[in-house]
Nanobody
Framework: VQLVESGGDLVQEGGSLRLSCATS????????VTWFRQAPGKEREGVAC????????YYSESVEGRFTISRDYAKRTVYLQMNGLVPEDTAVYHC????????????????????WGQGTQVTVSS
C-alpha cells in the first residue's frame, strides 16, 4: 500500500491550493481516505474524510465551507481543494487510508488508519 501526497506550496492568505493523494497497492473502492494535518507544536487534526463509495464526507469545523474533498476512481487519487486559506491552515498535510466505513464519530481518529503518506507542506503567509 502506498499513498503519495503532492500539491503543497507557499501561498498568500486568501489563496487556493489543491492537494493530491495518489494511491496504489489496494482496492481503491474499499478504502475511506482522510486528510490530516499537523502544525508545529499542535496536535494532529482530522481535516476532511471521504468514505468508501463516496457515501459521505466529513469536515472539521475549521475548514467547513472552504475545503472540499473528492476522489477520482480512474486515477486512484483523492483531492483536497483548499480555498480561502488563512495562516492557521499552515501545516504538514497527510492523507491516510483505512478499510472501514467512517462515521461522524470516528472519521478523525488517526489510530484507525493503518496507511499513511509522507506528507506535503502547506504554508500560508499573511
Amino acid at each position: 500500500v502506498q499513498l503519495v501526497e503532492s500539491g503543497g506550496d507557499l501561498v498568500q492568505e486568501g489563496g487556493s491550493l489543491r492537494l493530491s493523494c495518489a494511491t496504489s497497492g489496494f482496492t481503491f473502492d474499499d478504502f475511506s481516505v482522510t486528510w490530516f494535518r499537523q502544525a508545529p507544536g499542535k496536535e494532529r487534526e482530522g481535516v476532511a474524510c471521504i468514505n468508501l463509495s463516496e457515501r459521505s464526507t466529513y469536515y472539521s469545523e475549521s475548514v467547513e465551507g472552504r475545503f472540499t474533498i473528492s476522489r477520482d476512481y480512474a486515477k486512484r487519487t483523492v483531492y483536497l481543494q483548499m480555498n480561502g486559506l488563512v495562516p492557521e491552515d499552515t501545516a504538514v498535510y497527510h492523507c491516510a487510508a483505512g478499510l472501514r466505513y467512517r462515521t461522524e464519530r470516528t472519521w478523525n481518529l488517526a489510530n484507525d488508519y493503518p496507511y499513511w503518506g509522507q506528507g506535503t507542506q502547506v504554508t500560508v503567509s499573511s
